[in-house]
């Protein structure tokens, strides 16, 4: 994350693309879609079929979200702790 700065807090591109957030998401998208693909779709695999196309994609998207999602809150978290600023706090409040 970039050095927060005391006034504006970081946008939500911000928070999603630095910090390596897109490499790890996807790392991370990659070996528990893959582990989740296996258990929920192995059965299919095994008969020789192939489970819907879009259901596949869902299960690998599902880990890039939330692991996404973590990184977002995580790296808010921390500007907060940082600036001092509480979750609570509005810009209107501390005019």
């Known amino acids: 994350m970039t050095p927060p700065d ?9 928070l999603i693309l630095e910090g390596g957030t897109p490499k790890r998401a996807f790392i991370t998208a990659l070996v ?4 989740l693909t296996g ?3 192995g059965d299919v695999f095994l008969d020789g079929s192939m489970p819907p196309i879009w259901k596949i994609v869902l299960t690998y998207c599902v ?7 973590g990184a977002v809150t995580g790296k808010l978290a921390e500007w907060r702790r940082l600036t001092g600023e509480s979750k609570f706090e509005t810009q209107s409040l501390k005019s």
């Open 39 to 41: 258990i929920n779709h």
């Open 63 to 69: 880990p890039y979200c939330v692991t996404t999602w």
């Open 6 to 14: 005391q006034n504006t807090r970081p946008s939500v591109p911000q």
């Open 32 to 35: 528990v879609g893959t582990i």
